[in-house]
Antibody, heavy 120, light 107 residues
Framework: QIQLQQSGPGLVKPSQTLSLTCAISGDSVSSNSAAWNWIRQSPSRGLEWLGRTYQRSKWYNDYAVSVKSRITINPDTSKNQFSLQLNSVTPEDTAVYYC??????????WGQGTLVTVSS | DIQMTQSPSSVSASVGDRVTITCRASQGISSWLAWYQQKPGKAPKLLISAASSLQSGVPSRFSGSGSGTDFTLTISSLQPEDFATYYCQQANSFPPTFGGGTKVEIK
């Protein structure tokens, strides 16, 4: 049974960095058939895919153009988890953030979601 | 990016009703389409992949059809637990994109 458990703060100040972690059980972040994604949801932007990390012969990352200059997704093989960092946040980054396991570009398993509010 | 447009944005229905939700892609995506169900405060749940392939454990009253640009999710006999918001998502082209959602409400 694959499970994803998110952790991280729910309040971030403007211009600071949003950091979330997604711990994986029942699978490996190093899986050569899965990709590990971050997706966010807000009333104004709906469901928005942000990026992913995955390993094939080496590690790869893909990011959405809308956040590409501000985002980093890193795997942590020692803890079997992956993380999201989003720099220079503004109130427009307020959303529920989800981690998700993807395969063939479908999202089969999701974390529980973390509401992140950007406010001073 | 491929734009996904769902209609209607909301539908009111009664238990036992047949409900149909439509999703249109801004360009052809073959059968690379998923449907998700989301209940308040919960993450989306994958119901259907590849336009019509029902995920394990999903009731057979859910079905999906279509290819190219036009797709349909049908709930043949609406049950109380089906009141939720439904999203389509294209998996044909990077980046993956989602529709705006259809809320199925109790009449």
């Amino acid at each position: 049974q694959i499970q994803l458990q998110q952790s991280g703060p729910g309040l971030v100040k403007p211009s600071q960095t949003l950091s979330l972690t997604c711990a994986i059980s029942g699978d490996s972040v190093s899986s050569n058939s899965a990709a590990w994604n971050w997706i966010r949801q807000s009333p104004s932007r709906g469901l928005e895919w942000l990026g992913r990390t995955y390993q094939r012969s080496k590690w790869y990352n893909d990011y959405a153009v809308s956040v590409k200059s501000r985002i980093t997704i890193n795997p942590d093989t020692s803890k079997n988890q992956f993380s999201l960092q989003l720099n220079s946040v503004t109130p427009e980054d307020t959303a529920v953030y989800y981690c998700a396991r993807g395969k063939d570009e479908y999202f089969y398993y999701w974390g529980q979601g973390t509401l992140v509010t950007v406010s001073s | 990016d491929i734009q996904m447009t769902q209609s209607p944005s909301s539908v009111s229905a009664s238990v036992g009703d047949r409900v149909t939700i439509t999703c249109r892609a801004s360009q052809g995506i073959s059968s690379w389409l998923a449907w998700y169900q989301q209940k308040p405060g919960k993450a989306p749940k994958l119901l259907i992949s590849a336009a019509s392939s029902l995920q394990s454990g999903v009731p057979s009253r859910f079905s999906g059809s279509g290819s190219g640009t036009d797709f349909t999710l049908t709930i043949s006999s609406l049950q109380p637990e089906d009141f939720a918001t439904y999203y389509c998502q294209q998996a044909n082209s990077f980046p993956p994109t989602f529709g705006g959602g259809t809320k199925v409400e109790i009449k």
